[in-house]
């Protein structure tokens, strides 16, 4: 008996010592493939974990895009960290965006599986969650939508609201820390929901296709979503969210509380594709020409099922990212007084001549444009948020990138790059003014490169430009944190103002 029982356990050291080998020899053949790494700049690494305890506080911290950042201003505009695999990080525009815009052309680099797996697991598979041609067909639809001139068939809306912003804060008390950050979650949510889904941006007009839009449930309900990818796109699997945590229950909650209002627009802008004729007599004109039923009216392979997950998709890019930028330009015009002065003096002329701003005098707040452009370069609200996986040996900018390896941005680094932004510490909107000028425009990559390449920019553009127009109108404002304001920053997905940019307003007298 006891000569069967030590047979095994005569056999456990020697178990043992094979997985040692085992993880020893993997651990080889793993600095092996990657070898040609090894070589360049790096931060300090611990032995075994290489850079994932700095990566992992810096998470925890909110500041992921901080130590990217700091990084590159220690170890150059290419370094590498190491998570169990290479990360070869970015940090000059140019070749940034020729890597990305190559890479995915030529198939040799992917956006990786996690990420992927990530987005799709918010509500559904989503534009920015696909490649290929299930990513194509969906693109497709929409561009027509989002181009300049689909945009600017909705200038009245976005006009609307911006007043609707402007009219809030003069509502506000005079002396009193206003912090702008929440009214411009509330204009941006509103006006994507008003062209995506014809809910009207006043919310005391009737809007009888469905529930009214709830900024704050509805902003919740998104933050839960968002920060339950950030998990994921760090590893935690998918099932997780059948476990009976509170996590879970959230998530759920989030994702019942989404579908629950959106579900009777989708479903009425499918049967307004059906041609049903009550369904036409229930919808409102707004409604009618809303981004949701021509969609839902172009492209058959969009079912309730496959929509619903796309709207939440399109609340969520159209919302916290034009957001956090007007409260960030908001921050660096209360910095720098000629730029401030420069810009109110640009509106002031717009509205001396017309008493408003037309589509055609928007050409003229080209000033007001660079602000936006320089805030989004300098701050790159949404930082990175995908990496890109090399498909087979390539070669980047001289660096030998094996299969397997990563590929991140520093877009912060990039931002500051002296030789793509001269003076690149200074916020001087002029750099993006071509029209008295021989020499094109500074690259700009902060609506990201490639294919994936923001679906919104020319809403985002619109829609801070006139709020801008709007408040420098109106107020003169101040900081009540000074330069904190713009320098207390950080991520959950998108980079934001800790403080929510509290801002001393006064009503101008003209
Ligand atoms: C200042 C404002 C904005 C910034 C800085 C911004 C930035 C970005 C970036 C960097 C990407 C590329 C992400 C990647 O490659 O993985 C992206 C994609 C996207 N953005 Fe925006 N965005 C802004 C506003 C908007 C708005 C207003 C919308 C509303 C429609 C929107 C919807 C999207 C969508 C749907 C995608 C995915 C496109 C695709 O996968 O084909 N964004 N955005």
């Known amino acids: 008996m006891t000569q069967l029982l030590g047979a095994p356990l005569l056999l456990l050291p020697l178990i043992g010592l094979g997985a040692i080998g085992l993880l020893g020899w993997q651990r080889w053949a793993k600095q092996q493939r990657f070898k040609s790494l090894r070589s360049q700049p790096s931060p300090p690494q611990h032995w075994l974990l290489g850079n994932i305890p700095q990566l992992l506080g810096a998470v925890k911290n909110r500041q992921l895009f901080q130590i990217l950042f700091d990084w590159s201003k220690e170890f150059g505009p290419k370094y590498v960290y190491w998570v169990g695999y290479p990360v070869l990080v970015l940090s000059q525009p140019k070749l940034i965006d020729s890597t990305i815009v190559q890479g995915t052309r030529d198939?040799?680099?992917?956006?990786?599986?996690?990420?992927?797996?990530?987005?799709?697991?918010?509500?559904?598979?989503?534009?920015?969650?696909?490649?290929g041609p299930e990513w194509q067909w969906r693109r497709k639809a929409w561009n027509?939508?989002?181009?300049?001139?689909?945009?600017?068939?909705?200038?009245?809306?976005?006009?609307?609201?911006?007043?609707?912003?402007?009219t809030q804060l003069?509502?506000?008390?005079?002396?009193?820390?206003?912090?702008?950050?929440?009214?411009?979650?509330?204009l941006t949510m509103r006006v994507i929901a008003a062209l995506v889904l014809g809910i009207p941006i006043d919310p005391s007009q009737p809007s009888p296709e469905g529930p009214p839009l709830e900024i704050e449930p509805t902003y919740d309900a998104m933050a839960v979503l968002t920060y339950r990818f950030l998990r994921m796109a760090v590893g935690e699997k998918a099932w997780r969210k059948y476990l009976p945590t509170q996590a879970s229950k959230d998530y759920w909650a989030a994702r019942h509380y989404l579908e629950d209002g959106l579900r009777s627009r989708l479903d009425l802008a499918l049967q307004l594709r059906d041609g049903d004729p009550a369904a036409l007599e229930k919808a409102s004109p707004l409604f009618q020409q809303s981004m949701l039923v021509k969609i839902a009216a172009k492209e058959p392979r969009y079912t309730r099922a496959t929509l619903l997950p796309e709207i939440v998709e399109l609340l969520i890019g159209g919302t916290d990212t034009t957001a956090h930028t007007l409260s960030l330009a908001v921050g660096e015009l209360a910095l720098n007084p000629s730029v401030f002065q420069q810009a109110?003096?640009?509106?002031?002329?717009?509205?001396?001549?017309?008493?408003?701003?037309?589509?055609?005098?928007?050409?003229?707040?080209?000033?007001?444009?660079?602000?936006?452009?320089?805030?989004?370069?300098?701050?790159?609200?949404?930082?990175?948020?995908?990496?890109?996986?090399?498909?087979?040996?390539?070669?980047?900018?001289?660096v030998e990138v094996p299969a397997g390896a990563r590929l991140f941005w520093s877009m912060l680094g990039a931002g500051r790059d002296p030789e793509t932004y001269p003076q690149s510490e200074k916020f001087w909107p002029e750099r993006w003014l071509t029209e008295d000028?021989?020499?094109?425009?500074?690259?700009?990559?902060?609506?990201?490169?490639?294919?994936?390449?923001?679906?919104?920019?020319?809403?985002?553009?619109?829609?801070?430009?006139?709020?801008?127009?709007?408040?420098?109108?109106?107020?003169?404002?101040?900081?009540?944190?000074?330069?904190?304001?713009?320098?207390?920053?950080?991520?959950?997905?998108?980079?934001?103002?800790?403080?929510?940019?509290?801002?001393?307003l006064q009503c101008r007298s003209r």
């Open 170 to 186: 003069q509502a506000t008390l005079p002396g009193e820390p206003v912090p702008m950050d929440p009214p411009f979650v509330e």
């Open 344 to 398: 109110q003096a640009t509106v002031d002329r717009v509205f001396d001549d017309q008493d408003a701003i037309t589509l055609a005098s928007l050409k003229q707040l080209s000033y007001l444009q660079g602000v936006v452009k320089e805030t989004l370069r300098l701050y790159s609200v949404a930082s990175g948020t995908t990496s890109l996986q090399a498909t087979r040996d390539i070669v980047v900018d001289g």
């Open 144 to 166: 027509p939508e989002f181009s300049s001139s689909g945009v600017s068939h909705y200038f009245a809306l976005v006009d609307q609201a911006c007043h609707r912003t402007v």
């Open 107 to 131: 198939g040799s680099l992917v956006r990786t599986g996690q990420s992927q797996r990530a987005w799709n697991d918010l509500m559904g598979p989503i534009m920015i969650g696909q490649d």
């Open 437 to 504: 000028r021989q020499t094109p425009a500074p690259l700009m990559i902060d609506f990201g490169s490639g294919p994936h390449r923001c679906l919104g920019e020319h809403l985002a553009m619109l829609e801070s430009t006139l709020m801008l127009a709007y408040l420098l109108r109106h107020f003169d404002w101040e900081l009540v944190n000074g330069r904190s304001s713009v320098e207390n920053l950080k991520q959950n997905l998108l980079i934001y103002p800790v403080d929510r940019m509290p801002v001393y």
